[in-house]
C-alpha cells in the first residue's frame, strides 16, 4: 500500500508561482510512475504532468506545457509540481498519483492517491 501526501496548496495571484510537493510512503518509491491531475469544481478530474520512475521521461498536458514542471527526487521519496505564469483557470483540486506501472495520462492508470491540496488562483 502507498500513501500519498499532498502539500504546497494556497491563494495565490494570477501570474504567480506555487510549488506543489506529494510525499510518498512507498519503501521503493524510485519505481513508481507519478502524476499529477486536478479537479475544478463541476468538472473531471483531469491529467496535468507524469514523470517516470527515473524522471528521464516527462509528459505535459497542453494547458500546462512550458508552464509547469514535475520533478521528482527518489531519495526524499517526493514529487513537485512548480507552477508558474499561473491563471484563474488553473484553480482546482490537485491530486498526486502513482502506479508500479508505466507512467501514463489516464487516470485508470494509477492505482494510488492523495487526499488532494487546494490551488485558487486569483484575477
Known amino acids: 500500500q502507498v500513501q500519498l501526501v499532498e502539500s504546497g496548496g494556497g491563494l495565490v495571484q494570477a501570474g504567480g508561482s506555487l510549488r506543489l510537493s506529494c510525499a510518498a510512503s512507498a519503501r521503493t518509491f524510485s519505481t513508481y510512475a507519478m502524476a499529477w491531475f486536478r479537479q475544478a469544481p463541476g468538472k473531471e478530474r483531469e491529467f496535468v504532468a507524469a514523470i517516470k520512475w527515473g524522471g528521464s521521461s516527462t509528459v505535459y498536458a497542453p494547458s500546462v506545457k512550458g508552464r509547469f514542471t514535475i520533478s521528482r527526487d527518489n531519495a526524499k521519496n517526493t514529487v513537485y509540481l512548480e507552477m508558474n505564469l499561473l491563471k484563474p483557470d488553473d484553480t482546482a483540486v490537485y491530486y498526486c498519483?502513482?502506479?508500479?506501472?508505466?507512467?501514463?495520462?489516464?487516470?485508470?492508470?494509477?492505482?494510488?492517491w492523495g487526499q488532494g491540496t487546494q490551488v485558487t488562483v486569483s484575477s
Open positions: 498519483a502513482a502506479d508500479s506501472g508505466n507512467f501514463g495520462i489516464r487516470r485508470s492508470q494509477y492505482h494510488y
